[in-house]
C-alpha cells in the first residue's frame, strides 16, 4: 500500500499559481501511476490529471488542459500539481490518488487517496 498526503493548498487570487504537492510513504512510488482529482461543494467529483509511473504520459482534463502541468520526482516519492492561470471555478479540495493497475481519468480505479487541500481562488 501508498499512503498519500496533500500540501500546497490556499488561498489565491484569480490569475495566481499555486503548486500543489503529494508526498508518498510506503511501497515503493514508482510502482503507481497518480493522478489528481477535485471536489467543489455540492459537485461531484472531478478529473484534473494523471501521470504514469515513470512521468513519461501525462493527461489532463478539459478545464485545466493548457493551465495546470502535473509531474513527479520518484527519487523523492513526490508527486505535483503546477497551477497557473487560476479561476475561481477551480476553487475546491484537490485529491492526489495513486494505482498500480490503471492510468486514466476514472476515480472509481484508484484505490489510495490523500485528506485533500483545499485550494481557493478569489476573484
Known amino acids: 500500500q501508498v499512503q498519500l498526503v496533500e500540501s500546497g493548498g490556499g488561498l489565491v487570487q484569480a490569475g495566481g499559481s499555486l503548486r500543489l504537492s503529494c508526498a508518498a510513504s510506503?511501497?515503493?512510488?514508482?510502482?503507481?501511476?497518480m493522478g489528481w482529482f477535485r471536489q467543489a461543494p455540492g459537485k461531484e467529483r472531478e478529473f484534473v490529471a494523471a501521470?504514469?509511473?515513470?512521468?513519461?504520459?501525462?493527461f489532463y482534463g478539459d478545464s485545466v488542459k493548457g493551465r495546470f502541468t502535473i509531474s513527479r520526482d520518484n527519487a523523492k516519492n513526490m508527486g505535483y500539481l503546477q497551477m497557473n492561470s487560476l479561476k475561481p471555478e477551480d476553487t475546491a479540495v484537490y485529491y492526489c490518488a495513486a494505482t498500480d493497475n490503471y492510468y486514466g481519468q476514472y476515480g472509481g480505479r484508484y484505490p489510495y487517496w490523500g485528506q485533500g487541500t483545499q485550494v481557493t481562488v478569489s476573484s
Open positions: 501521470i504514469s509511473w515513470n512521468g513519461r504520459n501525462t
Open positions: 510506503g511501497r515503493t512510488f514508482s510502482s503507481y501511476n
